[in-house]
């Protein structure tokens, strides 16, 4: 069986941040659900907070060598994990940047895990919809359940995160398992 590939798309400001927590925590869940399968996971992941200053020049000098192999980690991926931090009620800029340089039909029918850590108590009602638009625009799938994580996810237990967020957590990894899994999959 050939592995897996997946693409771990993080826009948050990097390690140990909030967003980057998050992916990983989810990537632990998805690959581990992955391997107990049977199923050999290769793992590719882009932190676009260093690819900022490529995406802010892309449209005037083109993409760079960085931003081009990124691009192309994500249009090979049998599947994503796409993590941002929530600004106000809206993705990260770089997150927006990323998905707007990319090509209409380079996700088509990818599957993708959304995720979104907040600095506020408060969740947008309509940040799942906002990041599914963003993504189905690009004919991408994004899996049923949007993992939204607050800072009471995170008292207590900084790397672990709490009960209902690890529930959330797993729930969005089978529904991503099951659309990138050995099922789904030609041998």
């Known amino acids: 069986m050939s592995p897996v590939s997946l693409a771990v798309v993080s826009a948050g400001a990097g390690y140990p941040r909030p967003t980057r927590l998050l992916a990983d925590q989810i ?3 998805v690959c581990g ?3 107990a399968s049977g199923v050999r996971v290769e793992l590719e992941v882009l932190e676009l907070c260093r690819l900022a200053a490529d995406l802010a020049q892309c449209a005037t000098q083109g ?3 960085d931003l081009r192999e990124a691009i192309a980690a994500v249009a090979v991926a049998d599947g994503l994990v ?3 931090p929530v600004v106000v ?3 990260s800029a770089v997150f927006a940047s990323f998905f707007d340089v990319l090509e209409e039909d380079v996700l088509s029918g ?3 895990l ?3 850590s907040s600095g506020s108590r408060r969740r947008p009602p309509d940040l799942g919809q906002v990041m599914r638009g963003r993504l189905t625009c690009l004919h991408a799938e994004p899996v049923p359940t ?3 994580a607050g800072p009471e996810d995170w008292e207590g237990s900084p790397y672990g995160g709490s009960g209902r967020l690890r529930e959330r957590i797993d729930q969005a990894a089978a529904e991503l398992v099951a659309a990138v899994g050995p099922s789904r999959r030609p041998g």
């Open 27 to 29: 990537t632990r869940s």
């Open 33 to 35: 659900s992955l391997t």
């Open 63 to 65: 993409a760079s060598l």
């Open 82 to 84: 796409v993590a941002t």
């Open 89 to 91: 009620t809206s993705p």
């Open 110 to 112: 990818t599957p993708v």
């Open 114 to 116: 959304l995720a979104a």
């Open 146 to 148: 949007v993992v939204v």
